[in-house]
Nanobody, 115 residues
Framework: QVQLVESGGGLVQPGGSLRLSCLSSHSTFMLRYMAWYRQAPGKQRELVAQITTGHITNYTDSVRGRFTISKDNAKKTLYLQMDSLNHEDTAVYYC?????????WGQGTQVTVTS
């Protein structure tokens, strides 16, 4: 069983930055697929960014160029650097990991962009 614990959410003004962290109980090197999802009020959960073997990354169009996903295998931590935040980025952000047919979710961290 892999446990994922997110941190780093909070309140931020438009144009500001936040860095989310996701600490894994297991080696992130072994977790070949990791991602950040988000869910805004009244909306479906959506994939924000993903990182796979070889640190290959991909982003949803709305965050490309503003968000950066990365992971530090030595610290067993996945990150999401979020810059130039806007109101549409307000959501609960979830860490996700998959290995084979097994998958795990974190509990989520709230990000609120407000003036």
């Amino acid at each position: 069983q892999v446990q994922l614990v997110e941190s780093g959410g909070g309140l931020v003004q438009p144009g500001g930055s936040l860095r989310l962290s996701c600490l894994s109980s297991h080696s992130t090197f072994m977790l070949r697929y990791m991602a950040w999802y988000r869910q805004a009020p009244g909306k479906q959960r959506e994939l924000v960014a993903q990182i796979t073997t070889g640190h290959i990354t991909n982003y949803t169009d709305s965050v490309r160029g503003r968000f950066t996903i990365s992971k530090d295998n030595a610290k067993k931590t996945l990150y999401l650097q979020m810059d130039s935040l806007n109101h549409e980025d307000t959501a609960v952000y979830y860490c996700y990991a998959r290995l084979g047919s097994d998958e795990w979710w974190g509990q989520g961290t709230q990000v609120t962009v407000t003036s």
